[in-house]
């Protein structure tokens, strides 16, 4: 007989710290999915992760017509060291870019960051909506954490701010960075990732970039890609690098 711990329940990402038989009350959007999308009943199933204690098993209580709460009963999984590459990218419109985020996180990403460039369209995100497109994607890809979402910074004062010790890798459209393949070879998990605009980097942009020595440039190949696809194909090409080098 298979238990509730074994179960496929459906997963919530919550911001209050997880005990056992600790209550929560679930959020109004979170009641209205569980009660009037998925129909649960009083008593059902629910796991919960909040990204530093592990993933919890609860029970949904129901109460009125419209509000329900979580009950803990127990831990499924501890928490676990999520690591993963940064992203930074330039906008793009918004269901385009609704997508580009939740592929990101369920391709292992550890921090979101979008970045202003001189020929990128979009000079506004909503990042309140970035954030509720990450943790949906957490939730349903099975992860433990949800990414960090940074604020919408131009390109120059994120380049000339860098102080971290990860590799930044960009993607260069004129084909004169390395092929991809070969660098994320050299790379380790603590990797960032840049993608620029629709219209490409301006001249000024690479030059930044090309002096700096924690850069790379890469090509993903000969085809002009949108930049949405740029990230999942450079996000998947680094994730099945990364699971060659992995010990079997």
Same mark, same amino acid.
């Given at each position: 007989m298979q238990s509730d711990n074994d179960q496929a329940v459906t997963r919530l990402f919550v911001v209050e710290s997880l005990k056992a038989q600790k209550t929560l009350r679930a959020s109004a959007s979170q009641a209205h999915y569980l009660r009037h999308v998925l129909r649960v009943q009083d008593g059902s199933p629910i796991a919960l992760f909040n990204g530093t204690d592990g993933e919890w098993l609860a029970k949904v209580e129901t109460t009125g017509r419209v509000n329900c709460s979580f009950l803990l009963k127990q831990?499924?999984?501890?928490? =676990?060291?999520?690591? #993963? &590459?940064?992203?930074? +990218?330039?906008?793009?419109?918004?269901?385009? $870019?609704?997508?580009?985020?939740?592929?990101?996180?369920?391709?292992?990403?550890?921090?979101?960051?979008?970045?202003?460039?001189?020929?990128?369209?979009?000079?506004?995100?909503?990042?309140?909506?970035?954030?509720?497109?990450?943790?949906?994607?957490?939730?349903?890809?099975?992860?433990?954490?949800?990414?960090?979402?940074?604020?919408?910074?131009?390109?120059?004062?994120?380049?000339?701010?860098?102080?971290?010790?990860?590799?930044?890798?960009?993607?260069?459209?004129?084909?004169?960075?390395?092929?991809?393949?070969?660098?994320?070879?050299?790379?380790?998990?603590?990797? =960032?990732?840049?993608? #620029? &605009?629709?219209?490409? +980097?301006?001249?000024?942009?690479?030059?930044? $970039?090309?002096?700096?020595?924690?850069?790379?440039?890469?090509?993903l190949g000969p085809r002009v890609l949108r930049s949405d696809t740029a990230v999942i194909m450079a996000l998947a090409l680094w994730q099945g690098v990364l699971n060659d080098r992995s010990p079997t």
């Open positions: 831990r499924r999984c501890p928490q =676990a060291e999520e690591r #993963g &590459p940064w992203l930074l +990218f330039a906008p793009i419109k918004q269901l385009r $870019l609704d997508y580009l985020v939740q592929k990101a996180v369920e391709l292992g990403v550890e921090q979101i960051q979008p970045v202003r460039t001189r020929r990128t369209i979009v000079r506004e995100i909503n990042v309140v909506r970035l954030n509720a497109n990450a943790v949906e994607a957490a939730e349903q890809c099975g992860r433990l954490t949800v990414p960090k979402i940074c604020a919408y910074t131009d390109i120059a004062d994120v380049v000339d701010g860098w102080q971290t010790g990860r590799m930044l890798v960009w993607g260069d459209e004129t084909g004169r960075g390395e092929p991809a393949l070969h660098t994320f070879r050299k790379c380790d998990r603590d990797v =960032a990732f840049l993608i #620029g &605009p629709e219209g490409g +980097f301006e001249d000024s942009e690479r030059t930044l $970039l090309r002096g700096k020595q924690f850069a790379r440039a890469i090509d």
